[in-house]
């Protein structure tokens, strides 16, 4: 049985007074489709940032592949292979479409370390990325013209320029309508299907419902329920939870 | 070095009501910068352009300085009103890089210090009132005036200015402003409309604080320079924000400038100051009090 | 313009030497002494945007950098006797060092800290230098200027070919920067520093070795400075003028590539130069702090930025 891709031992943080993460662990298998619930408040957000990066833990452990990753800067663990895109699209403002992509293909692509930077070839990757997520016709748009889920999708196409073994979604999908929260599902899948690992954190229970494997659920910082989607949505704290906001 | 008692006690003492006039000296930076998330480096200006109101109706009219900058403080709002509306409808609405916001502040701040330049010209401005060469003593502790004075209405002002911002709904929204914009919306007040009063408020205390300074010492357009590093230097040691931990850093500055003019002579002062600036920057930007 | 870079290099170099040409058929030394000041503040200007204008790292003490580069001549030519050029990479390399100190203990938090501890260092450092008996401490150093080069006309000429190589490197290194990978990370270190983290920027590096360049250069740009006045003093080692004019010449010009801060201190500068002729200096001071908030609030991407406005508007 192999090791899971990612490990995390009793991970917390707290504000001042406030534990907002309270002695996680999870375990996180190589492609593996994995759900996060719970109310607002509960916890969701510190724990992608600590697992990001962009937040120091105060205690615990996240070993991710070989490395102990819970003292690195998110650009050492992009380049390991774990990345995030962001609820609201952090997108680089001022550049292109196409150079938005750019930046990760020469700062966080494995494939970086191997040979230098060649703009043309990585222009060529690029164009590739964009022609999945369908955005390759406004390669050289400014991002101000995008539409809203354009850049969701943008943002998750820059994610997955680093080449990441497993990827962290903020709420992709928060303020889409139906059909724009299944077009980011269809490419949540299409980016599982070439084996990366996806952890989706989501108020939509369709579409956590439809795409995890495995549902944890975070009430007040702490994980109530791990369960196949079925049962995670039956059990009792879980309607009480949701039910109770 | 002999470090008598005497030399001792007077650092002390000097360094207490110093570190006093240092404190309204930065409380207008405690709510624009603390507060607001303004980064306001014309501040020094506001402050020496206060001097020099003081200084104007004081030889003009014979007014005690201190009563000079109260009398000021509603025209003074007005302008902190106007500079606010000027920064945000250019820079905040924009979503302006924070480069932006300080450049408009420099530019503000040349302006101002070119402005005193050539209205008052270069030489030492001071304020006569009937008090401030008086040099009290008890014992071998001297207790000029000239910082007492000054030293008592900084305490005044601190105390206002915590009461305001507890006390008022008014202070609670400014203080609500930065952190949690949804709050004010919801207590159906406007986010930009407070900060705009709050700046108003910050450009009174900075011009009040003026006029103590011009009684503590003469002036000169280009001493806003010399007065960017302490204010920012208490704010953040004091973390950004706080009215008491303004007046406790305020003393700790005050106190190590005494001390250290006391025991190496005044010209190290400056870097001193800065000094301790670049280490609470590096070691702990959110202040000595942080959790 | 899409030329590569050993083609703009030597287009520059080409430039400079024309320039070199002509100013020697004119035979004026006073043209060299007003030249050198424009292109020092050129070069001033032109490095401050590799940490302003790219990364998007206000710097308010360029004055400190300078000025260490200035000091670092004094201190050297009082040690040894060494020719200007060795002045001029030592000067780098000091100013380099402490960018990268300053770098290092402040780039770790918000841009505002480093803001202001930029501020602070020029008055640090200014103390340090007023109380340092070596270099003369506030009454300063006469400097006696050694014999110009056998091929060369005139010292006067000297220090303005010696401020146009600073110059001209500093552009190069901008452009090359510019349109290098390193340019690329720091533009998304601009536009969204949690972003380019994200994206696999290791901004905290990246930051630091900006500032580096960017020191240097202005170090580099202050080396002869004492040699230039004949007497070094605290005051105008720090001028004040130093520090405004890398902040506002950038912005004015326009701060997203080499251009702007060229086009802003030539025109800036030739504007002051008249104007300290001609009128205060204080006025000076005034026209420069009004330019600056008006651009900054009405035209923020500069002069460059209104050109390429009037370009896409001639073209519709």
Known sequence: MTAPLLQVRGLGKRFGGFTALDALDLDIAAGARIGVIGPNGAGKSTFVNLLAGTLPPDCGSILFGDTRVEKLPPHRRVRLGLARSFQLPQLFA?????????????????SREASPFVRSRAEAQAMNLLEQIGLARLRHQPVGALTQVEMRKLELARAMAARPKLLLCDESMAGLSDSEVDDVLDLLFAINAEGVA??????????????????????????????????AFRHPEVERAYLGE | MELSYDILSNALVTGCLLGGVYAALTLGLTVSFGLLDIVNI????????????????????GLDPILAGLIASPAIFVCGIA????????????GGSSIRGLAFFFSLLMLIEVGLLLTFGVDFRSVQTSYIDAVPSFGNVTLPLRLLVPFLVSIAMVGATQALLYGTTFGRAVRAVAQDQIALRLMAL?????????????AILATLAGSLLIIVQPVEPSIVWLYIGIPFAICVLGGAGSVLGTFLAALIIGLSESFCTSLWGPSWSPALTFGILLLVIAFRPNGLFAR | ???????????????????????????????????????????????????????????????????TGSYTTVVLVKLFALPLPFLILAGGATAGLLGLFTAAMTLRFKGIFFAIATLALAVVLQTIVVNWDFVGGSRGVYLVRPPAPAFLDSFAQYLFALILGVTALAVILARFIERSTFGMGLAAIRENELAAETCGVPTLRLKIAATVVSGALMGMAGAPLPYYLTYMEPNSAFALTHTVNSVAMPLIGGTSSWTGPVIGALLLGLAQQTATVTISSGLNLLVVGGLLMLFVLAAPEGLIGLLHLAKRRGAT
């Open chain 1, 94 to 110: 001022s550049m292109s479409v196409i150079e938005n992509i750019l930046v990760p293909l020469a700062y966080a692509a494995p």
């Open chain 3, 1 to 67: 313009m899409k030329l590569s870079m050993p083609v703009f290099a030597a287009f520059v170099i080409g430039l400079c030497a024309t320039l070199l040409l002509v100013l020697h058929a004119i035979d004026n030394d006073y043209l060299y002494f007003g030249g050198y000041l424009l292109f020092q503040y050129v070069a001033l200007a032109v490095a401050w945007n590799i940490l302003g204008g790219y990364a998007g790292y206000i710097n308010f003490g360029s004055a400190a950098f300078m000025a």
């Open chain 2, 83 to 94: 500079i606010y509306q000027l920064y945000h409808a250019g820079l905040e609405r924009r």
């Open chain 2, 42 to 61: 014309a501040h020094p200006a506001f402050v020496v352009a206060g001097a020099y109101i003081a200084y104007g109706l004081n030889a003009s009219f």
């Open chain 2, 190 to 202: 406007d986010p930009v409309r407070i900060k705009a009063l709050a700046f108003g408020l910050s």
């Open chain 1, 198 to 231: 996806v952890m989706m954190i989501e108020h939509i229970i369709k579409a956590v419902s439809r795409f995890s494997e495995r549902v944890i659920v975070l009430v007040a910082g702490r994980k109530i329920l791990e369960d196949a989607p079925a049962n």
